[in-house]
């Protein structure tokens, strides 16, 4: 990771000097595009790095606003560097039993994409439900992809049972 960042770093802030000290707009776009690349490949990079630490964190009671919530404000200045406003819904958020850190990397996987997904910034809706069955739902909903959600798949009530993607039933 460091092999990858440390080089990433040095291209960011050349690029950010380059856009501040550009004369013409050509150069000027060509150097804020170099920014907003390497950021794009940073978060790729944070994103690969955590899916690939192994998961040594056992399962456990989660209120699911909470992680969402840090998830979101994790990502603030990125989403509002995009135009993104964030509405969150969370009436009906349930509990689940998961692994914190699995359950954030998703979370974060879903922010990124639908950044991605709203090149010309926007409202992002964030809501949470729990279904008929019991399984915890997270969506986002944007303009651009009406309903981009994840549900968690169904799984035991035992406690400490728990999804291969870090989230359970309630």
Do not use: C, W
Not at 110 to 122: D, F
Not at 146 to 160: C, D, I, K, N, Y
């Amino acid at each position: 990771a460091h092999d990858v960042g440390t080089p990433m770093t040095a291209i960011l802030g050349y690029a950010e000097l380059l856009a501040k000290s550009a004369t013409d707009d050509k150069n000027r776009k060509r150097a804020v595009t170099i920014v907003e690349q390497v950021h794009r490949v940073s978060d790729l990079l944070e994103t690969l790095l955590g899916l690939a630490r192994p998961a040594g964190h056992p399962a456990r009671p989660l209120a699911l606003a909470e992680p969402l919530d840090k998830a979101l404000d994790l990502y603030r200045e990125k989403l509002a560097r995009h135009g993104i406003e964030v509405v969150r819904d969370y009436r009906a958020a349930p509990h689940v039993n998961a692994d914190a850190a699995r359950l954030h990397q998703v979370l974060s996987t879903l922010i990124l994409g639908a950044v991605e997904e709203m090149p010309s910034g926007g409202r992002l809706r964030v809501a949470v439900a729990e279904s008929r069955d019991g399984a915890a739902i997270v969506r986002f909903a944007h303009p651009r992809a009406e309903a981009a959600s994840a549900q968690t798949p169904p799984v035991a009530r035992e406690p400490g049972a728990a999804a291969a993607a870090g989230a359970a039933r309630t």
